[in-house]
Structures are given as C-alpha cells and as structure tokens.
C-alpha cells in the first residue's frame, strides 16, 4: 500500500512538472524628456564657394608664367603673358589701314566741298554732286571701321596679358612656357582660381525618396576621409531643382555651406553627409510602440483587471499594482522609434509598453514534435527478437 501511494505521488509530481501555468509579463518604460532627431544621409563632393576658370580670348604662344600652383594672387595681377610679335603686327596693320584712310577722307572732303560750290553756281549736274557727296560719306565710314578695326587690336594686344580676376589661390595650372593656345573655337583654360578657401560647399547628391524632407537651413554634419576623427558642421543652403538620372536612379544636388577656418577641407574630397531633417529638442517623449499597446482581458493574469477610464483615440496605459489604466495624451512628432507626447503625460511616469506570455512547450509536446526523432520501443524489440 505505501509502495502504491508513492508511486502515485512521483507520478503527480511527475505531471505537474511538465505542465506549466502561463503568465504574462509586461515591459515598462518611462516617460523622459530628449530629443527627437530624424535625418537622413547623403554623399557629396567640397569645392569652393567661388571658383574661376581663367583663360585667353586671343591664340598664341605662352611666353612666361608668374604664378604656380596655391600661389595666391590679388585682383589685377598679372599670372601670364602670350607672345606678342603677331598681335603687334596685327595692331600696325590696323593703324596703318586707318592712317590710309583718314588720308582719302581729307581728299574726299575737298573735294565734296569743291563741287558743292560749282554746283551753287550751276556750273555741275545735280548727278556729279550727288556722287561727290556719296564718295565723301563712304570715306567717313571707312574712316569709322578703320578706327575700329585698331581699337579691336589694341584689344586683342591688351589680352596677351593674362591677369587674375579675383584674389584667391590657383588650384590648378593647366599650360606651361612654350605651349599654345588657339581660341579660334573656344576660350581655352589656363588657370583656376578659387576666391576663398575658408568657406568650402558641398554639393551633395540626395536621393528623390529623401529629397522632400530636405529644407533651406538645416543643420548637417559630415565626415572626410582624410581625417576620420573629425566632424564637421555645415548648413544647407540650396536645394537644386535639376534631377540628375543615372542608372535609373535619381538624386538632386542639395549646396551645403561649410566654414573652413582650418583649412583642412581640400576641394575635391569626398563628403559623407547626414542632414538633420527634424529636431526637437528636450520634449517629453515616450516609445513609439507604448501608443500601439492595448490591453485585453485573454492577457490578464489571476486578479488583474482592465480600467479604461477615458474615450480618447490616442493613450498610454500605465499599470497601477494590478490594474491596467489608459492616460489620454496628445501626441506630436515621432521619428519611428520616439513619439512626442504634447500634453497628459509627466516626464518620470511608468508606462506598459508590450506584454508577452512567457509560456513555454511542455516535455511531452517537445516528444510528439514529428520532426524530432522517435524513440525505440524495446518492448517491441525484444518481441522480434522472441
């Protein structure tokens, strides 16, 4: 009789170890005042702010070089000089044509002048005063175009010397002494300058599902490769409405200024840009999955109970010992993670944020799992055995 009422209670024992009461736990968080940040990130390339392409309007040979590169020049410097000699030539040609023909116009002045007086008198046909005077005015013309022609080589003269048009620092220096230069189609490029090394930009390369969050005055920081440890700040300033497709994906070029005291930023580096599309700064917040929590009655354990003592559409729940209670709250900006919460909540208050159940499978479920593998049955063994 003992052996019985022991191998019953091992047996209860046994079961009641398998089979395990559910129970559901609750996280809670609190309500804390932060900021809510939200950005997004895009890549770019530093240049200067003001930059200057210099080059000639006039072919030729370039016969000195006054500058090199991050030589710094002012305004009105001279950086180059072209040869001379043909444009020279050209300018005395001009002025001799001109000299030629103020000479034919002095002519062609008396001689207007002597037929007007013969043609008072009777003495010529109305024709030969009308020629007279035609061929004084086409002298006075050609006199005009002369002068022009001179004024135009002095010009071209005046362009053999190449001068800086802004103060700055010569980036790069594209010819050397000896080499030519024909601008007969385009203006080529000699130089090029940029004004002021400590205001840098970036023009940065957004992408179309990012660029409508992306406003004038924004705060941006960005990193280079070149010094890995150092953040720098920046603000956007422009927002290009010119899309730029390429391999089927469109971005729009965002200008961000960046101040350059140090001068570590070097035109052409490589900008990894974060712009900081929303920030709020020190507001009450909450988890953004607290306003998704709703209680219900197959999550209560033994004694708890539900009070929803409010009709809002938006609120928390907090849990006051056994009991669920809704808060109304009026909520502001969330950022997917944080939530803004405006008015009902107190920064420091405990809030439910998700229940879980935290029962687990019992042993024998474990064994019936069909793709665990069974065990042998001896019993069955030893009969094939027999």
Do not use: H
């Not at 997004?40 to 000195?64: F, H, L, M, N, R």
């Not at 010009?155 to 010569?170: C, M």
């Not at 879980?356 to 094939?384: G, L, T």
């Amino acid at each position: 009789m003992k052996k019985t009422l022991f191998l019953v209670a091992v047996a209860a024992m046994a079961l009641s170890g398998c089979k395990k009461e559910s129970q559901f736990v609750c996280e809670e968080d609190e309500a804390v005042k932060q900021d809510i940040v939200t950005s997004i990130t895009a890549t770019g390339t530093i240049e200067p702010v003001t930059s200057v392409d210099v080059g000639t309007q006039v072919s030729g040979i370039v016969s000195k070089l006054y500058v090199d590169y991050n030589s710094e020049v002012k305004a009105g410097q001279v950086i180059a000089e072209l040869d001379r000699t043909n444009l020279m030539s050209e300018l005395e040609s001009a002025q001799a044509t001109l000299r030629s023909a103020e000479s034919d116009l002095a002519y062609q002045k008396l001689n207007f002048q002597r037929f007007s007086t013969l043609y008072k008198q009777g003495l010529i046909s109305t024709n030969d005063y009308d020629k007279a005077k035609l061929s004084y005015d086409q002298a006075v013309q050609t006199v005009n175009q002369r002068r022009e022609n001179v004024k135009k080589a002095q010009t071209n003269l005046g362009y053999a010397t190449i001068t800086s048009p802004i103060n700055g620092v010569v980036l790069s220096k594209e010819v050397e002494e000896g080499q030519t230069v024909a601008a007969s189609f385009n203006t080529p490029t000699l130089f090029k300058i940029a004004q002021d090394l400590t205001q840098m930009r970036v023009i940065a390369d957004v992408d179309e599902a990012d660029i409508g969050e992306v406003r004038e005055g924004q705060r941006v920081t960005f990193t280079v490769d070149a010094f890995p440890d150092d953040i720098f700040n920046g603000t956007v300033s422009q927002v290009r409405q010119q899309a730029t497709t390429t391999s089927n994906v469109v971005t729009y070029q965002v200008v961000i200024t960046a101040p350059n005291d140090d001068l570590k930023l070097k035109p052409g580096l490589t900008a990894n840009a974060t712009i900081y599309t929303m920030e709020l700064k020190d507001v009450v917040t909450v988890p953004a999955k607290a306003l998704r929590f709703n209680p219900n009655p197959e999550m209560l354990n033994e004694g708890e109970e539900i009070k929803d003592n409010t009709d809002s559409k938006t609120k928390v729940w907090v849990k006051d010992g056994n009991v669920y209670k809704a808060v109304a709250v009026t909520p502001g900006t969330s950022n997917g993670m944080l939530t803004e919460i405006k008015s009902g909540l107190k920064p420091g208050t405990k809030i439910v944020v998700s229940c879980q159940s935290n029962e687990e499978p019992a042993v024998e479920a474990q064994n019936n799992n069909p793709f665990m593998p069974k065990r042998k049955d001896k019993n069955k063994d030893k009969k094939e055995e027999k």
